[in-house]
C-alpha cells in the first residue's frame, strides 16, 4: 500500500483510548478495511501501536499507542490546532 495518507488520523484517534477495528472504522470516514488493515499493520511494525487479542467470544482485537507512539501526541495536537487556526484564517480572507 501506497503512501501513509491514513496513519495520522489512526494515530490522532488512538490518542484518548485503545480502539477496536471496527470502532477506528467508524471514526475514520471513506477507509476501507484493507487500507486500515495495512496501515495498522505498518504502525505496528514502526512500533507506534500495538496489538492486543482479547480471548472473548467473539474475539476482540484492540489497538493502542505504545510509550514510544505516545510522543508523536502533542505533534498531532499541535498540528490540529495549526489546521484550526488555518481554517480560521481562510474564512476571515
Given at each position: 500500500m501506497g503512501g501513509g495518507r491514513w496513519r495520522a488520523p489512526i494515530l490522532q484517534c488512538l490518542c484518548g483510548k485503545p480502539l477496536r477495528f471496527?470502532?477506528?472504522e467508524d471514526h475514520l470516514d471513506c477507509i476501507t478495511?484493507?487500507?486500515?488493515s495495512s496501515h495498522l499493520r505498518t504502525l505496528e511494525l514502526n512500533g507506534l501501536i500495538k496489538r492486543?487479542?482479547?480471548?472473548?467470544?467473539?474475539?476482540v482485537t484492540?489497538?493502542?499507542l505504545t510509550d514510544h507512539g505516545r510522543t508523536i501526541v502533542p505533534l498531532l495536537q499541535e498540528m490540529r490546532r495549526w489546521g484550526e487556526n488555518h481554517r480560521r484564517h481562510l474564512t476571515a480572507s
Open positions: 471496527s470502532e477506528l478495511p484493507k487500507a486500515l492486543e487479542v482479547v480471548p472473548s467470544r467473539p474475539v484492540r489497538y493502542e
